[in-house]
Each structure stands twice: as C-alpha cells, then as structure tokens.
C-alpha cells in the first residue's frame, strides 16, 4: 500500500510473512520505528483522551525496573540475562503499542480510511483461522526461522524469546487427558491465539458483514464456518465464554428486525453446533477444568510475592517454589507434572501485579474503563464492536496474558474508538 498508512498495512495484511520470518508479536517493534519517524514530520500531534494513564503505566513500568535483582519470599532466581530480556521486550512492546495508537489517530480519514483499517483485521482474522486450521490438521508443523537463525544463542534460548521467534502450528498438551493439539499459528502462544481470534472476529464481522454486500457475507459464513474448528480444538475456555458474553452484549444493545434476526441465526448456528462432532469435544473439555488449581496456585502465589512490593512490583516475573501439588520446584525426570509457569503468566492483571505491582493494574484497568465510558454511547457499528473489544480486554485480563499480539490489537482496537469519535 503506497501512502502514510503502509506500516499499518505491513503490520496487520503482512503478520504472517512476520510471523514466517521469525519476527511475529515483535513486528509491531519492528514497523513503530518508521511510525515514529513519520509521526513526527506532522507535528502537534494530537492524543487521546486517557494517553496520560498509558504514559503513568510507561514510567511506572521504568521504575519498577529499580527492582529487577530483588526476589520475594517464597520466589527464587536471580538477576540474569533471561530477566533483563523479558524486561526490555515488554518495555519495548508497550512503547510501540503507544506510538501505533497515536499513528493511526493522525491519519487521516483521507490516509486511511475507517473502513479500510477494520477490514485489514478483518483479513488478519482470516489469516488466524488459516493459521488455526494448520495447527488443527498439522500439529507438528514447526521450523527454525531465518530470526531465530541469525540470533544468537543467548538470546534466541531465552523460552520468552524462543515462543516469538520460533513458529509452530500447535502445542500439544494433555488438557483432556491424552496428548492433543491447541492451535497457536500465527501467534506466541495457544491462548494468545484464543484471545486475538475472538477480538479478530468483532472486527471480520463488522468490516465484512455490517458493511459488505452478498458476496462478502457469504465469504463470512464460511469463514465463521471454518473458524469453529480451531476454536473448539483450542479448549479454550476463556475464548469459549468471551465469544458467549458478545453474542449477549450484541443482543442487549441492538434492537428492533436486527436483534430478532441475530437471535434467529443463533439457534440455527447452535443447533448446527449441536449436531457436528465438535460438540463432544467441547463436552470433553468442559468436564476437563485441569488448570483450575494450576491457576489458583499461581493467582495466590503472585498475590503474596507483590504484598512485599505493591507500588512498584519487580520489573518482571518470578518462579515460585513448589507448585500446587509439591514443594519441589522445576520439572525433574521422575516428576514431570512438578513446576509451573512463572508468576503472572495467568493473566494480563497478575503480570501487571507482579511486575509494576497493584499501581501499574490500576493504570490498566482505568485506561480500558475510560474508553468504555467515553465511548458507550457510540452506537455506530464501529462504536459498538470497539466498546466490545474494550470490555473483552477487561474480562481477558484475568485469564490471558496480553503479550504480545494481544495487547497490539486492543490498542488498535482502542485507536479504531478514538478516530470513530
């Protein structure tokens, strides 16, 4: 795309050329730089209301890298490469995430187009249900990518670091009792994949459907269609129950032929649902809640480490000793369900907890709360996806960790508010 608008483009059309590569989550690293360079040629720059709390949330993410050789009781490593990498990756994130929410408010309608922008995530959400396909039907698809070639050993060992730049198609994991794919491609991680498909599909069905004729709605009911493979393989829970609450929101805050067709569309859809060998899997998982004490565990731990450092946390995550079901920490040959994952990999609220302690949650929770507010009573099509997305981030943010792409898309999300208003 010729014009101001190509790195928006490049980042959302082009994801899985990035994601080939090996770059991923970090393109969005990668494209805020010439974003930057260009912002600044049209200066003032207009901002966002709510711009002060993310900018709170930035500083407060500098400062608490004041305790990045410190470790809780009842926690244990010390200060090393791994640390200082996760530390300056989200750093990293959180300042492109903010340079790409001021880029797209300086566009233009004339530069980009509403329209345009929702429907280039509209072509992101068909690139995800490609990508869940593959993970579906080739589970082992993996390779080293030419990021992860070039990097060195170092870094690219780092696991942080090893989910971002090096693809696969699934992960598999004995979440019904037997080994079974999770699509994660194109993403980092299977529930980033859970939580980036539902936000993608606010925006396909909107962009594509809300505002298409009869060939572009019939190319969105087959890929609805295909998108509930992936989505019931997922197992994913919190997918399941954000794309249940926004069929609901949808029903309360529409009215008139529209809710009544919507409604009608539904029972056929369940009903189809129903019927096809999906819905036993789906029964399978729901009777499967195998993480719920994993989750507990963790919560609880996380919890207790940032009572020794509220206001600030620590800059990053930490391991903690034992786990739900031992005190041995690590996995070991004999115990290979022992350790877990790192504090605050729960949830986008508990990594903000543990890392810039319960100040740093507060400024999240605001920033995404405000947009609520501002905007609830924008009943455009845009409007209303938008303040969805907005309260899926919120209800994400106790089961999802929000790094990397996650976090990209609800501030795109959030831009999509503002430039609507």
Known sequence: MKGAAWPIAALLVGYPAWWALGFGGLSVIVLAVPMAVLLLRRRPIRVPRGFGLWVLLLAGYLVSGLMLGESPPGTYGELGAGRLIGYGMRLALYCSVLITVLYLGNLTERELPQLRLVRMLGVLFVSTVAGGLLGVFLPGFAYTSPVELLLPDWISGNSFVQNLIHPTAAQTQKVLGFASPR????????????????VLLVWFVVGWWVYGGPRRRLFVAVVLALAAIPIVYSLNRGLWIGLGLAVLYVIVRVGGRTRVALCGALAAAALAFTLSPLSSLFAQRLDRPHSNDIRAFTVSATLTAAGHSPVI?????????????????????WCDTCGHPPLGSDGQLWLLIITQGFTGAALYVAFFLGAIRRHWRDRSPVGLAGVLVMGLVLLYMFIYDGLVTPLTLYLISFALLWRNS
């Open 313 to 333: 946390g620590y800059g990053n995550t930490r391991n903690a000793t034992g786990n739900h079901r031992t005190i041995t920490t690590g996995k070991t040959d």
């Open 183 to 198: 699509p994660e491609a194109p993403y980092e991680w299977a529930n980033a994949w859970g939580s980036n498909a539902s």
